[in-house]
């Protein structure tokens, strides 16, 4: 049985642990890919939903499946690697989309022409679109020329952690949230693509294929942020907090020597510590040094003979 779904798990999170929950969160309009950094409860709160009954429809899921009305692809991209996971998104995702915005470009002139003049509110849907489509096709571009072959070389070792650009990943999520943005005013200005409303069947397949494109666009999304872009970050800030850390217990554990007694000895550990790491960290190296003072100073430092 799995595990009851606890509410201050993240949205991204939850996606990703288990990818049937994503046909649930699209239904119940949960952002899961740029919103995935938000709890379940905060989340459930800001939609006006009721978190317990939506943790028990998660919990649903993980148990019984997805009917077959709901059924999502069987991709896990919490099991590939980073390799693999950026392959998919340009042969799956990339691709989808080239496809797609032309066909959904020219459908949305075709109405615009037809409809436009009795409904004012589709030319804007058009001109959302064209912005979307420019941000998307640069965006795509930059992941294939710059972004993907950066982690793929992380994660062969041909690339440096210490060389990539400082900011790559969080200009990353910014644009997919500009991007998260601009997707939902252009639900909102196409009437949250009720086919009902149609005008024909031009534009009967024109929000068809909206809702098809957005459905694929927050997958997309997901897939980066909440697991590629999360891995790679990881092995970007690894070295650093990895670094941090060791020196927080190396100067935890220096001030403990020179409080029972042997501040002549954890000062000199500090010395040899702080040569070591001068040149390569030197605002770490900058800790040591000042830790190495205060344990000259130290009234016990000459209480003890080495
Ligand atoms: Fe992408
Ligand atoms: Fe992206």
Redesign the pocket.
């Known amino acids: 049985m799995s595990p009851p779904i606890d509410s201050g798990s993240t949205l991204g999170t939850l996606a990703a642990e288990q990818p049937l929950r994503i046909a649930l969160f699209e239904r119940l309009r949960l952002d899961y890919c740029c919103g995935g950094s938000t709890r379940l409860d905060d989340a459930c709160a800001r939609r006006g939903l009721d978190v317990d009954s939506v943790r028990e429809q998660i919990e649903a899921v993980d148990r019984d499946g997805l009917r077959p009305d709901q059924a999502m692809p069987e991709w896990r991209p919490r099991e590939a690697t980073i390799s693999e996971l950026c392959e998919h998104?340009v042969s799956v995702?990339?691709d989808r989309m080239r496809e797609e915005m032309p066909r959904i470009s020219e459908l949305l002139e075709t109405v615009v022409r037809v409809h436009g003049a009795d409904h004012s509110d589709l030319e804007m849907v058009a001109r959302t679109f064209a912005s979307l489509r420019t941000e998307l096709e640069e965006h795509?571009e930059e992941?294939e020329l710059v972004l993907f072959p950066t982690c793929r070389g992380l994660e062969l070792g041909s690339i440096d952690p210490a060389g990539v650009e400082p900011g790559l990943i969080d200009r990353h999520r910014a644009e997919h949230e500009a991007v998260g943005r601009k997707l939902a005013a252009l639900r909102d200005l196409a009437g949250g693509y009720e086919l009902s409303q149609a005008l024909c069947s031009t534009h009967r397949s024109l929000l068809e294929g909206l809702l098809r494109f957005e459905t694929d666009l927050h997958l997309?999304v997901h897939e980066?942020n909440n697991v590629l872009l999360e891995r790679v970050g990881a092995m970007l800030d690894g070295p650093r907090i990895a670094g941090a850390t060791t020196l927080d217990v190396l100067i935890e554990t220096l001030v403990e020597l020179a409080e029972a007694g042997r501040a002549e000895r954890a000062s000199r550990l500090a010395a040899t510590a702080y040569a070591g790491l001068r040149r390569a960290e030197p605002d770490q190296a900058q800790r040591l040094n000042a830790l190495m003072h205060k344990l000259i100073l130290s009234p016990r430092h000459n209480d003890h003979k080495e």
Do not use: D, G, L, S
Request: no cysteine; charged share 30%; hydrophobic share 30%.
């Open positions: 998104v995702h990339h795509i992941e997309h980066e």
